[in-house]
């Protein structure tokens, strides 16, 4: 066979060619790859999120919403009466609602919003701020751990919605705080841990397998009020921190013995988790209370920081970025506080209502509680710096009472989640 000098030059050509695009694909892969080490989602186990702090460290979020807000991918309707938010893991969704006169423990698909299963947990709770359960699930090794607002208590396999063990708060000497229990229990180690108050013990750790009593903290004997316990690890010693109505504690998770202890005025509802820094504890709580930082030492001492009024959270809760806390304060509005002295750095009173704030890749993501107004703020010291806007919506059509929108945002696997009572609707928020 006979090839001419043109048909040489078309191959080597063609060979070039054919390599140019290889290269091309390989470029193109190499950035899809990057791209997706650059977008990284995350489950939210928990209250809070994986270290029930509110702060998402998921990448590769939109940096702006549309004017319409970002696409909403389900709406889900039936969720029942109630402020529990929700908890995403493995693509499904778990959260409580109150239907029939019953509090359940809902599971749905996290892509569609349909649901899976429900199972009853106990009575619904009745009260004129809003009925129904209050508490975030946790879930941990195949199990959810959920607590109702009257006190019930009960974990539930996650696949099926199969009760494994049932326990109450009343029965470890707990009675029910006057707008229901609030606590979103949480999973440590072998542990699950509440509040049920009262003077058996304030704390109590359970068997997250069987439910039966490990340890009930008897040195404190506070009564339980709204806000939930946090793990810390403080002078390289693990310890469980709760802020009770009149005291911040931190207790021994082996056995529920106080490690130490610093007094706290609580007025009418203490509810706001702690947040844990190093070896340093911030708390705030509303009714005119303000905020606290605690330093604690190797041995248990609890010295003071400073203790002052310039954040007073009443339950939309705070952030803590790099070196400032996030929130809105009573009746300051929305502020940017020094964590390290307490000092307010800025502002904001008219933007945007009182409300509950989540954070993620350096936003802000706030929610008001009468509107339902959702803004995606810059979070900086420099000021309230608005980039986007959008409306909750739909919202509910069940009689509010004197309850509003209360539920703190989600953010998980690239969206967003917010609920209005019995209705829990899903974002995309990922790019």
């Not at 009960?154 to 609030?182: F, H, I, K």
């Not at 509910?396 to 945002?409: N, S």
Request: charged share 20%; net charge negative.
């Amino acid at each position: 066979m006979i090839v001419s000098p043109r048909a040489g030059i078309a191959s080597r050509n063609g060979l070039a060619r054919s390599g140019q695009t290889a290269c091309r694909a390989l470029a193109l892969a190499a950035a899809a790859l990057l791209s997706l080490a650059d977008c990284r989602g995350d489950d939210w186990p928990q209250w809070r999120g994986p270290r029930r702090d509110d702060v998402s460290r998921e990448t590769g979020l939109l940096d702006k919403w549309p004017a319409e807000g970002p696409a909403q991918l389900w709406v889900n309707p039936n969720c029942g009466v109630g402020y529990s938010g929700p908890a995403v893991v493995a693509g499904r969704l778990y959260l409580m609602g109150a239907r029939d006169n019953a509090e359940l423990l809902l599971c749905l698909d996290a892509a569609t919003g349909a649901e899976q299963w429900a199972c009853e947990v106990g009575p619904q709770f009745e009260n004129g701020w809003g009925d129904g359960p209050r508490g975030t699930p946790a879930v941990d090794g195949g199990k959810v751990y959920a607590l109702g607002a009257q006190g019930n208590l009960a974990c539930v396999d996650a696949a099926t919605g199969a009760v494994v063990w049932r326990r109450t708060m009343q029965e470890l000497g707990g009675s029910v705080p006057n707008w229901g229990y609030t606590e979103s229990p949480l999973v440590d180690g072998k542990l699950v841990c509440c509040t049920p108050g009262g003077k058996q013990g304030s704390i109590v750790a359970l068997d997250k397998l069987t439910g039966e009593t490990v340890w009930q903290a008897a040195e404190l004997t506070s009564d339980a009020h709204y806000a939930s316990i946090v793990p810390a690890v403080l002078h390289g010693k693990p310890q469980l921190v709760q802020l009770l109505p009149d005291q911040l504690v931190g207790v021994d998770p082996a056995d529920g013995k106080l490690l130490w202890s610093a007094p706290w005025p609580g007025q009418t509802a203490v509810i706001p988790t702690p947040i844990v820094r190093g070896n340093e504890v911030y708390v705030t709580s509303g009714y005119g209370v303000g905020c606290m930082l605690v330093r604690i030492g190797p041995n248990g001492e609890a010295e003071k920081i400073y203790d002052n009024k310039e954040m007073k959270n009443h339950h939309g809760g705070v952030v803590l970025v790099g070196d400032h806390l996030y929130g809105h304060s009573d009746p300051n509005g929305w502020i940017c506080q020094d964590f390290a002295t307490g000092e307010s750095v800025w502002r904001e009173r008219s933007a945007l209502g009182k409300g509950a704030v989540a954070y993620a890749e350096g936003r802000l993501y706030c929610l008001s509680e009468d509107e339902g107004q959702v803004a995606l703020v810059e979070a900086s010291p420099d000021g309230w710096k608005e980039i986007s806007r959008f409306q909750l919506s739909p919202q509910t059509e069940l009689e509010r009472k004197r309850g509003k929108i209360w539920t703190h945002p989600v953010i998980s696997n690239g969206r967003l989640y917010l609920r209005d009572q019995d209705k829990l609707v899903s974002y995309k928020i990922s790019g």
